[in-house]
Each structure stands twice: as C-alpha cells, then as structure tokens.
C-alpha cells in the first residue's frame, strides 16, 4: 500500500500520537469488549485479534503444522457428524467441490447432526448477484473473520474503536438486515454508515466525498467503485480535500487506475480488502500487490475446470475450506470468484498464502467463435498501462461482437485508444467485431457492483 502523504507530499505520521482522551478511549473500549461484550455476544473477536497477530508471527513450519491439524480436525469432524460426506475418507481431496446451489438445495446434507452445540449468527450473501442466501456460520468462524481486519487495520494505524464510515451500498455492506445488535455494536466502536445508491454520477460523488471528509474519521471502508467514483468527483472538481488516514476497500477489484485516483483525491493510505463471508476469506493486498490471506481462518485452494490445482499464474475457481465452521462445515466450497494463486514468499515480508488477483465472478468471459474463453484477466494490460482510462468494461452483446466500453479522462488520446483496441482484438484472434466506446453508460450488478466483462447470451 502507499504511504499517507498530506498535501505537502510529506509522510503522515499521525499514528503514533494519540491525544490521551484517545488512549483512554481504546482502553476503556477494550475492557469493557473483553469482560462484557465478548462474553454476552459468544465470541470472542477482540481477544482472538491479539491471538492471530502472534500467530502469523510464528516460523512457517509452525503456522503450517497448525493448518494441517485445523484442517484435519475439520475434515474428520465432517465425515463423522455431516451426512454429505458420511463414508468418505477424511482427507480433503477426497472431498467434492461444493457450490452455493447445491447447498442451498440440499440443506439437511451439509447441516452436522450436533449442530445444536455451535452458536451461530446468520449470515445474509449474494443478493448483490440476484441469488440471495440465508446460512448459519458458527460465531468462532465469525470472530476469526473479524479479529482478521482488527488486527490488519490496526497495522495501518487504526484501532479498534477509532471512528468509522462505511460507504457503498447496504447489501454488500452487510446492512440489508436491521439488527439491534450490529447497532449496538457500532455505537460502541463507533462506525457510521454512509449508503450510497447506485447511482455514481459525479455530482453526488462529491458531495458524498465533502460530507465524508468532513466527519473526520480515522478509516473509510467501502465499495471500490463508491470511493473511486467519489475521488474522480474531487479531482474533476479540482477540490481539495483531506481523507482519512486510512481507506479500506472491498466487495470489487481495486482497479490500478482507481486506487491512483483515491491516493490522488484524498491522500490517504489505500488497501485493498478481498473477502467471502460464506466460506471464510480475508485478504488485504499489500504494498508488493500481493493479497495476503488469513491462513488462520481458512484454506483456500485455485482450481481448474477438473477441480485440479491450477499451475501458479493460472486464472482458477477459488475454493474454500473453512477451519471453525462446524454447524454448517464449508469444505472445499466454490464461492463463486476467479483467482490466481499468488507466492508464498511475498517481497513484502509478510508470511503465509497469496492470491496475486480476484479477476472476476465465475461466468464473466467473452467467448469467442471457436468456443475459446476469455476471462477478465486476459484484458487487464493495456488498461493498466494507459493514463487515460478511468475505468473500463467490456461487454458481448452477440457472438460476433465485442464493445469496450471506457470513462475517459481529459488525457486519453488516440494512441491509447489504438493500443487498447489492438490489445483487445488481439486477444480475440480477430474473430471478433471490436469497437470502443467512450460515452455508453457502465453496466451493474444489481448490488451496484461493477463487473469488467459481460456477454448478453
Ligand atoms: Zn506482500
């Protein structure tokens, strides 16, 4: 991630100081989290974010011994209490791959028969994609996800209970369901939630982004596409404005050209977040571009269209294998976005697994004449490369036709234009009809997400 420049261009060092009032704040908050909220609530997040920040300490060997027996415990749990895989040989690739669907058709198969001695919090996913799901997931699962980005946002200066916003489009957000509890929980800590529609357009963009900057919080966390379009809103406007510290991004690819324009906008430190609730993934990409994954909290495998594992740089399923979620065991689930496995030994420093890239939702790729499919990750390049474009979406409307649809800035010019369709048309061996256009609205999800590829047949 970047450093936090202020307007002079100097690194911010803003978060080692915290007037007294703040530090008393934090104790107060985490003592009382730990004696009461932590024990009426079941799970003990906060604790468990001290823990994890001393496990990815350990040497790989141990952090590795620790997996393999997390996973076995799983795996042997499964094949005892859960009926799908009653019979099976308790080793993983023994395991099928799972979908979303084929659990929610067959309920009472991925249910354990001593369900009853999980406490579990429901859990709301994919009404963003139009296939809305109800699942329970064991509150130890939920804390692990949690006590991830404390104790992550904590190593960019932001503490648990430092003031918050949210931003983006309740559904994603997790907002979808009223409850008393989450509002309580984030009186507590804190946070404050901005929604936005999903309309992006620039006039709100920058309203929302002055009305942001203007609560003087110490993180945004949020939709990619809601921040990207509120930071293109300020720099259009030539407005300066001061953001958080930190902005933490999720539910959509940080595109290169918007996590330039958010540093550029609001002078804040930018990561990335890439998560699934369902199945228990969390990463943050780090400064080397790498996406760092919660090894405590899961195993994630990328596999190919045979569920083998993907040669390293190979775009694959990402398939998930929870180490906590007993009441409803995820174990070898598909959760429904493409990947690329990353390295191990990251340039950062940072132990454990990577991902280099989440390109996509399974399903998003162009296909071409002689059935060759494109996922999004073929295009990235020139799109990567050029200054001009802010963002881009490719869409086939029929066999024969490809539209590149793109948000020019002022500097976009013939040249890049040229180099983007050569690209494009390139990688289509010329067996498709290539255009691009310049002022045709972006297609959406209807969770407001921003999707790069689509095909309408
Ligand atoms: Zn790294």
Not at 301 to 317: M, T
Not at 325 to 335: K, L, N
Request: aromatic share 8%; proline share 6%; glycine share 8%.
């Amino acid at each position: 991630m970047d450093l936090a420049l202020d307007r002079g261009g100097n690194v911010r060092t803003d978060a080692g100081r915290r007037p007294l009032a703040a530090r008393l704040h934090h104790k107060g908050l985490a003592l009382t989290t730990r004696l009461a909220v932590e024990p009426i609530l079941g799970t003990p997040f906060l604790s468990l974010a001290d823990e994890r920040e001393q496990w990815v300490l350990q040497n790989e060997s141990e952090r590795e011994a620790w997996r393999a027996e997390a996973l076995d415990r799983i795996v042997r749990y499964a094949v005892r209490c859960v009926p799908a895989y009653a019979g099976l040989e308790p080793r993983l690739d023994h395991f099928p791959v799972v979908d979303k669907q084929t659990m929610i058709d067959r309920p009472d198969e991925f249910l354990s028969t001593r369900r009853d001695e999980h406490r579990v919090v429901w859990k709301h996913t994919g009404g963003s994609t139009g296939d809305p799901w109800n699942y329970p997931l064991d509150r130890r699962a939920w804390a692990e996800g949690y006590a991830t980005q404390i104790y992550r946002f904590r190593e960019f200066g932001v503490e648990y209970g430092d003031p918050k916003l949210l931003l983006g489009f309740p559904t994603s957000l997790g907002l979808n369901h009223k409850s008393r509890i989450r509002r309580l929980r984030f009186a507590v800590e804190r946070t404050d939630v901005s929604l936005a529609s999903i309309e992006v357009d620039g006039t709100r963009s920058l309203e929302r982004a002055v009305q942001a900057c203007d609560r003087h919080v110490r993180m945004w966390y949020g939709y990619a596409s809601t921040i990207a379009s509120m930071a293109a809103a300020v720099l259009d406007a030539a407005r300066t404005l001061s953001g958080p510290p930190l902005i933490v991004t999720m539910a959509e690819p940080l595109w290169p050209a918007w996590h330039r324009d958010i540093v550029d906008a609001f002078g804040s430190t930018v990561v990335e977040e890439y998560g699934a609730n369902d199945g228990g993934i969390m990463a943050h990409r780090c400064e080397a571009g790498n996406l760092h994954l919660a090894d405590h909290q899961s195993l994630v495998e990328v596999l190919d269209d045979e569920d083998r594992a993907c040669p390293p740089g190979q775009p694959g399923a990402i398939v998930v294998t929870n180490f906590h979620a007993r009441h409803m065991p995820f174990i070898r689930y598909r959760v429904g976005d493409i990947g690329i496995e990353g390295t191990l030994n990251c340039d950062c420093g940072r132990a454990g697994r990577t991902l280099t890239a989440v390109t996509g939702r399974s399903g998003d790729f162009v296909l071409l004449p002689d059935g060759t499919q494109l996922v999004p990750a073929t295009f990235f390049l020139p799109f990567n490369q050029v200054e001009g474009v802010r963002r881009w979406q490719i869409v086939q409307p029929d066999p024969r036709s490809l539209v590149v649809r793109v948000e020019p800035r002022a500097s976009f010019n013939a040249d890049e234009k040229k180099t983007i369709l050569s690209w494009v048309r390139q990688r289509s061996k010329d067996q498709l009809d290539v255009r691009l256009s310049d002022d045709e609205p972006f297609e959406l999800t209807s969770g407001g997400k921003h999707r790069i590829v689509i095909r309408h047949f």
